[in-house]
């Protein structure tokens, strides 16, 4: 085993996790608000208490009123629609306008009034600044009750980092629990927040899942790792750090690459040199595309690829062309999926079916985000007093709701703090309920060019497995 370049601790990994985590997320949430906008504290106002509806007909007249209409609610929105990992954000538009259909005129919150909703939604461009940036706007100038975010740290964690800084409910999902926690809480995966709570799965569920999937197929057990300089490379380096050699694994880790390489030739001469028969990693997608598509030049060719991150999207597999049928990912959501949205009563196939249907072509795994809209209702319905940001988190705080990504219980005893932490859904920390995580293959498809195969369902057996792994043509 050769002696990586970027070996971390687990302490120096927290307090690298920490670092980057302010970088991304706290220094640019509480540094750019601070900032760019010396505004005093935002509080959400009440409106004046209107009577109620009274008629002046005779005696023998009855009139039935609706509920009294209350003030306006703003849920915000983080999104990545464009940049490095819009890939992300391709089915976040469908998504709002299911929640916007779903919300109607109107949503009768705990304080029995009817609310109308307004869903505003920011294009945070794939930089975590930018996301930092609209997040403040959003809460400071807009003034919106609730601010939600998806897809990965870089959107997540400034957003989260703003919404605790300035005392706003937020719901995020799509970024694995130990980057976000670390992240917001200064390199402590214990940290508890007031105001941010996070639906998504973990390393250990990804590790999981690989192991698993690398079992399934004949191999000498050498690993081919690349892990960019990111608020994801950083985590997962360290957190596979130990996982390698108790397993029988060889890691050859050539170091942090910086995002947006163009030229990987000096870590393929390593791996080719080296013999690797597994690779892995994870990656932005255009930084995968031009890795994979020089391994095919160069004449590296493992026996078994799982990239994370990279490999979540059809549009990402048709890139790489024929050379990406038979690589492996973390696969978070799919139609197969048998979980059914209590907000829009439909189960995964029908929420994916209505997005082919409505011209949106594939369905991708992002649809998941659907969950921070199916928590943001289900919140304001429970909320004793939406003008209240207190008790919108007395709200969040007590979740118990079937999604489109299966059941989220944070009224569940949260799970003892690890290493090593439990796998599978469950209430990790405070503030994070973990969603249950496969292993999928992509293979030449029938009705698409790629379709994706569940082949792991090692941490989330309620997944039915549709096939075995097959070995990389």
């Not at 390489?261 to 393929?268: A, G, I, K, R, V």
């Not at 990693?281 to 078994?304: E, L, M, R, S, Y």
């Amino acid at each position: 085993m050769t002696e990586k370049d970027n070996a971390l601790s687990r302490r120096e990994f927290l307090k690298i996790a920490g670092v980057a985590g302010a970088a991304i997320g706290v220094s640019a949430g509480m540094g750019g608000v601070l900032a760019a906008c010396k505004e005093e504290e935002t509080t959400t106002t009440a409106p004046p208490t209107t009577g109620a509806t009274t008629t002046t007909a005779g005696p023998t007249t009855s009139v039935t009123t609706g509920p009294e209409v209350g003030r306006k609610i703003k849920i915000g929105f983080v999104t990545p629609l464009t940049g490095g990992i819009a890939l992300f954000g391709v089915p976040d538009k469908y998504c709002v306008e299911r929640a916007k259909e779903a919300i109607g005129d109107g949503i009768i919150c705990g304080d029995g009034k009817k609310h109308p909703v307004e869903i505003l939604v920011q294009d945070s461009q794939s930089d975590p600044q930018r996301a930092s940036q609209v997040a403040g706007d959003l809460i400071q100038n807009d003034k919106v009750d609730i601010i939600t975010a998806a897809s990965t740290p870089d959107t997540c964690v400034p957003v989260a980092a703003q919404a605790e800084t300035l005392e706003t409910p937020c719901i995020t999902n799509d970024c694995p629990w130990q980057p976000y926690v670390a992240g917001l809480g200064a390199g402590d995966l214990t940290a508890t927040f007031k105001w941010c709570y996070h639906t998504f799965w973990g390393l250990e569920d990804v590790q999981a899942n690989f192991l698993d999937m690398w079992s399934q197929v004949p191999n000498n057990k050498k690993v081919a790792a690349m892990f960019p300089n990111d608020s994801d490379g950083i985590p997962w380096q360290a957190g596979w750090q130990p996982v390698w050699e108790p397993n029988g694994y060889q890691a050859f880790d050539p170091g942090l690459f910086q995002p947006l390489t163009e030229d990987f030739t000096s870590q393929l001469a390593l791996f080719k040199r080296e013999g690797c028969e597994i690779g892995m990693g994870v990656f932005i997608p255009p930084d995968f595309t031009n890795f994979w598509k020089q391994a095919a030049q160069q004449g590296w060719k493992p026996k078994i690829g799982s990239y994370a991150k990279a490999l979540l999207f059809p549009g990402a597999l048709e890139a790489l062309g024929d050379i990406g049928a038979g690589l492996t990912t973390e696969v978070w959501w799919t139609p197969a999926h048998p979980f059914k949205s209590a907000l829009l009563g439909e189960t995964c196939a029908e929420f994916a079916a209505e997005y082919t249907k409505r011209g949106n072509g594939q369905w991708t795994q992002p649809l998941l985000h659907f969950i921070v809209f199916e928590m943001a209702v289900d919140t304001l319905k429970r909320a004793t007093n939406p003008d209240d940001k207190e008790a919108i988190m007395a709200a969040i705080k007590t979740t118990k709701l079937e999604t489109i990504g299966g059941l989220i219980d944070f009224t569940a005893p949260v799970e003892p703090a690890g290493p090593p932490f439990k796998t599978g859904p469950c209430h990790i920390v405070e503030n994070v309920y973990k969603t249950p995580l496969v292993g999928g293959q992509w293979r030449k498809g029938k009705e698409y060019p790629f379709e994706l195969v569940i082949v792991s369902n090692v941490v989330a057996p309620m997944i039915p497995v549709q096939d075995k792994v097959q070995p990389l043509a």
